[in-house]
């Protein structure tokens, strides 16, 4: 298990392998970015019909068929919950849970507007990052006013607000993000693989702990509101998996490896240490496997082999997968349905989009 004083290693690691292409790069490695499909520069990205890149545009139509706000949301019952039902352990994990949750929507925004919106060319790309932007703000608008809701104290509520520089295990899950965002010396493909990990492992242990207070009958409106962007994050995580496997040249599986455990570590750390799980009465090492499990999945779909070899320890997260067995966007866990995709998009966007999908609970 990587050790969490190692993380700060793999800038330097990665300046080190640049010196050397094929320790550091897969594929056709001697590609250039400049010359990559989707990183390509081109009149066409300012149209766009004809659809160049159709597995790409039904990523973005589905996402557009998942649009929700917050105003849907209804906390009336929580309070009952907050303030009846819940013990002071158990508002203390949410409350900083929510801090988290609403300072990282920011940090996924920031990276798209600044980075991955000016880098990627191809205009079906830049359509799904426009609506990513737009629901990651819906979605830190909902933590934000969970936080509001369930926090009374104005000085608590400011102190969870800024969490990335008041609480110390929320700032170095953000100042991990945001390395990646300022390192120029990185490539596209590992800070796609970087923010993969963001929103598919700094999240997922998370919404496992909310969905857990649901398989205990509490906080259906939080509960709710953890459905719809669970939901959102995996489309998010899927995104990146395709663009990925789009890029002729990717990082070696090395790096790709090395990336994904240090999101782990900090992750479990997170949750096991940090802000233990056992606040809320789960098991951390049950945890700590779910997040190795997790991560399994995500090197799966960026094509690497498993890691971890672990298994999903949590019998509950079998009703919520994002994307597989279940299919989250066809047989909602959740009443809401802004719009339907019917059978003949859905199966279409099967056959286009490659065999490789990223989810939270699925066998291997």
Same mark, same amino acid.
């Given at each position: 298990?990587?050790?969490?004083?190692?993380?700060?290693?793999?800038?330097?690691?990665?300046?080190?392998?640049?010196?050397?292409?094929?320790?550091?790069?897969?594929g056709?490695?001697?590609?250039?970015?400049?010359?990559?499909?989707?990183?390509?520069?081109?009149?066409k990205?300012?149209?766009? /019909?004809?659809?160049q890149?159709k597995?790409?545009?039904q990523?973005?139509?589905?996402?557009e068929?998942s649009?929700?706000?917050?105003?849907?949301?209804?906390?009336?019952?929580?309070?009952?919950?907050?303030?009846?039902?819940?013990?002071?352990?158990?508002?203390?994990?949410?409350?900083?849970?929510?801090?988290?949750?609403?300072?990282s929507?920011g940090?996924?925004?920031?990276?798209?507007?600044?980075?991955?919106?000016?880098?990627v060319?191809?205009?079906?790309?830049?359509?799904?990052?426009?609506?990513?932007?737009?629901?990651?703000?819906?979605?830190s608008?909902t933590?934000?006013?969970?936080?509001?809701?369930?926090?009374?104290?104005?000085?608590?509520?400011?102190?969870?607000?800024?969490?990335?520089?008041t609480?110390?295990?929320?700032?170095r899950?953000?100042?991990?993000?945001?390395?990646?965002?300022?390192d120029?010396?990185s490539?596209?493909?590992?800070?796609?693989?970087? /923010?993969?990990?963001?929103?598919?492992?700094?999240?997922?242990?998370?919404?496992?702990?909310?969905f857990?207070?649901?398989?205990?009958?509490?906080?259906?409106?939080?509960?709710?509101?953890?459905?719809?962007?669970?939901?959102?994050?995996?489309?998010?995580?899927?995104?990146?998996?395709?663009?990925?496997?789009?890029?002729?040249?990717?990082?070696?599986?090395?790096?790709?490896?090395?990336i994904?455990?240090?999101?782990?570590?900090?992750?479990?750390?997170?949750?096991?240490?940090?802000l233990?799980?056992?606040?809320i009465?789960?098991?951390?090492?049950?945890m700590?496997?779910?997040?190795?499990?997790?991560a399994?999945r995500?090197?799966?779909?960026?094509?690497?082999?498993k890691?971890y070899?672990?298994?999903?320890p /949590?019998?509950?997260?079998?009703?919520?997968?994002l994307?597989?067995?279940?299919?989250? /966007?066809?047989?909602?866990?959740?009443?809401?349905?802004?719009?339907?995709?019917?059978?003949?998009?859905?199966?279409?966007?099967?056959?286009?989009?490659?065999?490789?999908?990223?989810?939270?609970?699925?066998?291997?």
């Amino acid at each position: 298990m990587l050790d969490i004083s190692e993380v700060a290693s793999s800038f330097h690691e990665l300046k080190v392998c640049s010196e050397n292409d094929t320790a550091r790069f897969a594929g056709e490695t001697s590609r250039t970015e400049d010359d990559e499909p989707l990183l390509k520069g081109s009149q066409k990205r300012f149209v766009l /019909f004809p659809i160049q890149f159709k597995d790409i545009w039904q990523m973005y139509k589905k996402a557009e068929a998942s649009f929700w706000t917050s105003e849907e949301i209804d906390l009336s019952h929580d309070l009952v919950d907050w303030n009846q039902r819940l013990n002071n352990k158990e508002r203390h994990f949410i409350t900083h849970v929510l801090a988290f949750f609403a300072a990282s929507d920011g940090i996924v925004n920031e990276n798209l507007v600044e980075r991955f919106s000016n880098e990627v060319q191809t205009a079906e790309a830049r359509c799904f990052y426009g609506f990513q932007i737009m629901m990651e703000n819906i979605h830190s608008e909902t933590y934000s006013l969970l936080i509001d809701t369930y926090v009374k104290d104005a000085q608590q509520r400011e102190y969870l607000f800024d969490a990335i520089e008041t609480i110390p295990c929320i700032k170095r899950k953000a100042d991990w993000a945001l390395k990646w965002i300022s390192d120029k010396q990185s490539t596209f493909a590992e800070r796609l693989v970087a /923010f993969a990990a963001v929103e598919g492992i700094f999240f997922s242990g998370s919404f496992a702990s909310i969905f857990w207070l649901k398989k205990r009958g509490l906080m259906p409106g939080l509960t709710y509101s953890n459905e719809l962007i669970s939901r959102d994050e995996g489309l998010h995580t899927d995104f990146a998996c395709l663009l990925f496997n789009h890029l002729k040249r990717k990082p070696h599986p090395r790096i790709i490896r090395k990336i994904i455990t240090e999101a782990v570590a900090i992750e479990q750390a997170f949750l096991s240490d940090a802000l233990p799980v056992s606040l809320i009465g789960m098991n951390a090492g049950l945890m700590r496997r779910y997040i190795e499990f997790v991560a399994d999945r995500l090197l799966a779909a960026l094509g690497n082999e498993k890691y971890y070899h672990s298994t999903n320890p /949590f019998d509950f997260m079998d009703m919520i997968s994002l994307q597989g067995k279940t299919n989250f /966007f066809e047989k909602r866990v959740s009443e809401y349905s802004k719009a339907s995709i019917n059978h003949s998009t859905t199966s279409s966007t099967r056959s286009m989009e490659p065999n490789r999908t990223f989810t939270m609970d699925e066998d291997f």
